[in-house]
């Protein structure tokens, strides 16, 4: 692809840049190309099955988490899909207005919201799914059965490691302080 930066060369200019500093090269390199990977396979399947369906990434995954766990609460869905509950909202109304989920308020606590997939909605995820899934195997192909499964492994414990003891580590680098809030990249006028 032209003007693509390959990731050797990325890998090859950062240990350039920081020299000699005393760095743990081995898991640079491995957060990231999970970064990487991510976004290369999101793009790729946003770009090939779910453009067909027009949905984005995130609209599918929460698609997803419902048709698997049925109908579920709107917090646990976004926790669920790795997204905030702010951007679960968005998604679900588009959703809601395409027809593929309903949005109810739970029976004994009116503050819940419960979202389950309509007809058309399970009709669609049993249409496109296998395809979704035959990009996977696209994505995976310059790997084994095994190598999957064991980059499926490797993955998964980087994921408990930052459920499990991420907090603690934050806690402990800011000396037990809130984080600072999120900006949105604007600056305030002057």
Excluded at 67 to 85: F, L, N, Q
Aim: hydrophobic share 40%; charged share 25%; aromatic share 4%.
């Amino acid at each position: 692809m032209p003007g693509h930066r390959s990731i050797t060369q990325a890998e090859k200019l950062a240990a350039a840049k920081l020299g000699g500093a005393p760095i743990r090269a081995e898991r640079m390199a491995a957060v990231a190309n999970i970064y990487r990977a991510a976004s290369a396979v999101r793009q790729h399947l946003e770009n090939s099955v779910l453009r067909g369906a027009d949905l984005t990434w995130t609209a599918f995954v929460v698609l997803w988490v419902v048709w698997i766990w049925g109908e579920s609460e709107t917090r646990h869905v976004a926790e669920e899909a790795g997204i905030s509950k702010g951007t679960l909202t968005g998604v679900s109304r588009t959703l809601e207005k395409r027809g593929l989920v309903t949005r109810a308020a739970h029976p004994t606590d009116g503050r819940l919201v419960l979202l389950s997939l309509t007809e058309e909605g399970e009709a669609l995820m049993q249409r496109l799914f296998p395809a979704f899934n035959d990009e996977e195997g696209f994505v995976t192909a310059q790997l084994t059965e095994e190598e999957c499964r064991s980059v499926a492994d490797g993955l998964r414990r980087v994921v408990l490691q930052v459920e499990e003891q991420g907090e603690e580590r934050r806690l402990a680098l800011l000396d037990g302080a809130a984080p600072a809030p999120r900006r949105s990249g604007r600056r305030p006028q002057r």
